[in-house]
């Protein structure tokens, strides 16, 4: 089936240890997005990329990094310089393309939490 | 980019129809206005998406206003299963009429719905 793939579900990193999340989709699709979420809150963008070797940040990039060697992969860093790194994140993709309709369809993955400890 | 405004919080009665606003209104003529849900610690769920004409699925039921500032997704008989958070969201478009760029959410309605 295809789908975006979030890895790991649970991740827990010590005050200044930098760690990367995982997220792989065999969708096809050229942009990916990086977004981070706190308890009783919306979604706030980090990276997004929209073809490989290209990125952009995004609202809140400060202390994350990203890359994008493959079109299938998108990995996200937290490096130490975040200073609140605890959260709920996610990977997201779209197809691209002209227009609108089905093609423009945001597909999630089920998220990954990092708790520093 | 366009920005989205929503009610923080509503409610439902199970088996009643909720309708949720949201205010679009520096939406751009070729920016489509899409819904998502998400439940509690999962990737949020897409239910549907529409330019300028009502839209209707199997999920929900979206109705935009001719002037395109604002619309409502409208879940015709609401089930427990539905308490969750809506986002509604407009799509940005990239440099050259492409569909890429900024994905912005805003704070999203968390919908309950009660017994």
């Known amino acids: 089936d295809g789908g975006i793939t979030q890895s790991p579900k649970y991740l827990f990193r010590k005050e200044g240890q930098n760690v990367t999340l995982s997220c792989e989709q065999n969708?096809?699709?050229?942009?990916m997005y990086w977004y981070r979420q706190d308890p009783g809150q919306g979604l706030r963008l980090i990276y997004y990329?929209?073809?490989?070797?290209?990125?952009q940040k995004g609202d809140i990039a400060e202390g994350y990094s990203v890359s994008r060697e493959k079109k299938e992969s998108f990995p996200l860093t937290v490096t130490s310089a975040q200073k609140n790194p605890t959260a709920f994140y996610l990977c997201?993709?779209?197809?691209?393309?002209?227009?609108?309709?089905?093609?423009?369809?945001?597909?999630f993955g089920e998220g990954s939490w990092l708790t520093v400890v | 980019d366009a920005k989205t405004t929503q009610p923080p919080s509503m409610d439902c009665a199970e088996g009643r129809a909720a309708n949720l606003p949201c205010n679009h209104s520096?939406?751009?003529?070729?920016?489509?206005v899409y819904w998502y849900r998400q439940i509690h610690s999962q990737g949020p769920q897409y239910i549907i998406h529409?330019?300028?004409n009502n839209e209707t699925n199997e999920m929900a039921s979206l109705i935009i206003t001719e002037d395109r500032k604002s619309s409502t997704l409208i879940l015709p008989h609401a089930t427990l299963r539905d308490t969750a958070v809506y986002y509604c969201?407009?799509?940005?478009?990239?440099?050259?009429?492409?569909?890429?760029?900024?994905?912005?959410f805003g704070q999203g309605t968390i919908l309950t719905v009660h017994p």
């Open positions: 997201a993709s779209t197809p691209g393309g002209q227009g609108g309709s089905s093609g423009n369809t945001i597909y």
């Open positions: 529409g330019l300028k």
């Open positions: 990329s929209q073809i490989v070797n290209d990125f």
């Open positions: 969201i407009v799509r940005v478009l990239g440099a050259g009429g492409t569909s890429y760029g900024k994905l912005t």
């Open positions: 969708l096809n699709h050229d942009a």
């Open positions: 520096t939406i751009s003529g070729n920016e489509y």
